[in-house]
């Protein structure tokens, strides 16, 4: 009887190990936070096709003020992108570094080894719809993602 007991008051005291671990570095980013699906990309209101034979996903991911972008191809191939996020009230800045994986920038016509100004069009738990008028080409991209997780 007395084993029994010691055996509840021992699974009673490690419940907050179970429930209080910590899932968000830096704090909680609001609705940001998580793995986002890239689900389209225009430019001038025209449909790119980001997805073919090759690239099946693009995820974007945002944990404390850094996103990393992922690309998942055919044959279980990633590759991924690191950079640093910060937010403005409707603004959400993207900065990659020369040394970040170059083609995954390109391909989302997003900037290299600068700031990607985006608009923040619309934010909730599962939809985000961001845009930009890039300064080179003075094309408007405009971004739609949907929450994984």
Known sequence: MFA?????ILLLMMLPLFFGGCTHND????DLFGRWKLVSLSADGEELPIYNNDVLL???DFQGDM???RESRLHNEVYATGGMWTRDNDMLMLKFSSSSYAPIVS???LIDNDITPLN???LTYSDMRLWYV???DGVKYRYVLRKAY
């Open 27 to 30: 704090g909680d980013i609001g």
């Open 67 to 69: 996103i990393m972008i």
């Open 134 to 136: 890039s300064d080179t």
């Open 107 to 109: 391909a989302l016509h």
């Open 120 to 122: 923040i069009e619309t």
């Open 4 to 8: 029994k007991f010691r055996c509840i």
């Open 58 to 60: 693009y995820s974007w």
